[in-house]
């Protein structure tokens, strides 16, 4: 079993930033993936981003490439997304995800084994 924790989301300014922090206790394994999904009002949860644990390689969605970035503290279990040029679409809840299978597999819901409680990002425009 593993659990997720996930702190950092807020309210920003169109064009601000925000760093999510999400923190993973349990069974983790070194061939875990790690990864962001989003889900806005009335629509389906969506891929962001995903981090294999063992080398850091990362994968994005179109929509946040250039803008997003995500990478993991080994020593500390810890994975971050950081949010810059933020964009009222981007508004949404925040999941931090754990899968067994390879990080660039890592884009449905079907692909995630954990799931983290949520965070709330709301950019004004």
């Known amino acids: 079993q593993v659990t997720l924790v996930e702190s950092g989301g807020g309210l920003v300014q169109a064009g601000g930033s925000l760093r999510l922090s999400c923190a993973a206790s349990g069974r983790t394994a070194s061939n875990y993936a790690m990864g962001w999904f989003r889900q806005a009002p009335g629509k389906e949860r969506d891929f962001v981003a995903a981090?294999?644990?063992?080398?850091?390689?990362?994968n994005y969605a179109d929509s946040v490439k250039g803008r997003f970035s995500i990478s993991r503290d080994y020593a500390k279990n810890t994975v971050f997304l950081q949010m810059n040029s933020l964009k009222s679409e981007d508004t949404a809840v925040y999941y931090c995800?754990?899968?067994?299978?390879?990080?660039?597999?890592?884009?449905?819901?079907?692909?995630?084994?954990?799931w983290g409680q949520g965070t709330q990002v709301t950019v004004s425009s």
């Open positions: 995800a754990a899968a067994r299978g390879p990080y660039l597999r890592m884009n449905s819901d079907g692909s995630v084994d954990y």
């Open positions: 981090i294999s644990w063992r080398s850091g390689s990362t």
